[in-house]
């Protein structure tokens, strides 16, 4: 009997050692006895929403200590502060990348940290301390599991789980236990982040109903035309911030999440480009937001305002396309197997954000981790990606989306090539892959009378969020041109 105990004990031992194990390389960067290490959270009041800012204080190999800056509305991250000063309860860094800095004092009970962003101008910038009590939950969830199998192998009642003849059976069962109960705690986890999201992050607008789901509109400024701002596939309305908060003062603007994304709910099931129109042309009727609109897509979003005024003609007065997807590119073999290992891809993600695993992957990134770690986030993209792959076929050729006739158009491309590895992905050179992407470009300049092409020299794919100046000019360039009644090329802005 000795013998068969004996046996028992390091199953439970070892599953207790490697939850200890776990609990103690979690918080181990809490070892630094320094109040100021660990991860903050705050908002810079820029414009009507603010900018999410993420601070991260750590110790390098030597302890010295160093600071990082996140801002996930400008889609910016990592970016180095230098000189980090921290004594007597005061803090202080640079960040030479944007030729900024930072002046803070930390509370007595180091929960807060309270200063000033100067970056020409200076203004408040206060953080708060990022609790990880989501995975504090885990860890324990993970510790009380392993000391019920404990209890339960050392139990009278697993006698024959004890025999030697059964011991296989002993370890099954505590394999499928175990990976049961991280399964739920990662679940647990999951559901707790994105409670803790919603508390942090309110919609800055209203949400709407349209057709039975809540949709977020964020409407700035006054004037007409209405400016409607487009996101890219799986982007939020707040990626449109900066460019909305140059447009206010001059005319109406208007952002909003489609189903899944941002602060919107998800729908119950897949919607194609058509029903996306229409769910954006319903919104705007329920919000009382009358038109004409110029509407402004950038990426996928080029594609779903094309489609708009293809719908609704009369309610346009102008569009602005942002490095949008053209046909001719889009439909092209080497862009249509993209687009399937998107799928997949969005798929594989999708399901580990089910149980946490995204979320526990950007815990460090909290602000960013509230928008693209979530499960309807990876759904909500999953869904457009195929709604592209999915589109009829006589919206498969140049023009398919949708001509513009005289409407005032430009067309910003980027200047840059893309710096990842999409052109290998696709089967084909650097250098074709830009000279496809110019001549859709081209092609969409085409699509109206009245038209310019505009090139953002510094950017990639992400101009609105490298240059939201240079697309807030051109916009404003289209304003112009509409209550006018001058061609856009005769146009330098309601500025000028």
Known sequence: MVRLRFSAVPIGASALLLSLSILVATFASAADTRPIVGDWIGTLPVGQQGLRIALHINPDAAGNLTASIDSPDQNTFDLAGDKVFFKGGQLGFKVPSVDAGYCGNLSSDSKTITGIWIQGSTLQLDFSRKTHFAEIVYVILGLFACFLLYSFLRSPT????????????????????????????????????????????????????????????????????????????????????????????????????????????????????????KDLHTLLSNAGVAGPYIMVGHSYGGALVRLYVKSYPSQIAGVVLVESVEEGFTYAPASSSAMLEGLASTRESERKARFGLIRFRMRRDLADAAVFSTPRYFQATHDEIESMVDAPAEMRVPGGFGKLGDLPLIVIRRGKRLSGNQAVTMGMSSEQLEQSWKEGQLRLAALSENSELVVAESSEHGVPFTQPSLVADEIDRVVDAVRRHIPVKESYGTQQ
């Open 158 to 277: 697993a006698e024959g789980f004890r025999s030697w003849r059964w011991r296989w059976v002993a370890v099954a069962v505590t394999s499928v236990a175990v990976v049961a109960i991280l399964l739920a705690a990662g679940l647990a986890y999951e559901k707790i982040g994105e409670a803790r999201d919603t508390r942090n992050y309110p919609p800055p607008g209203k949400l709407v109903d349209v057709n039975g789901l809540k949709l977020h509109l964020f409407c700035t400024g006054t004037g007409m035309p209405v400016v409607v701002l487009e996101s890219g596939s799986g982007l939020p309305s707040s990626n449109w911030s900066p460019v909305q908060d140059q447009l206010a003062p001059t005319t109406e603007v208007c952002v909003y999440d489609r189903p899944g994304l941002g602060w919107s709910q998800p729908s119950p099931t897949p919607l194609s480009m058509e029903d996306q129109v």
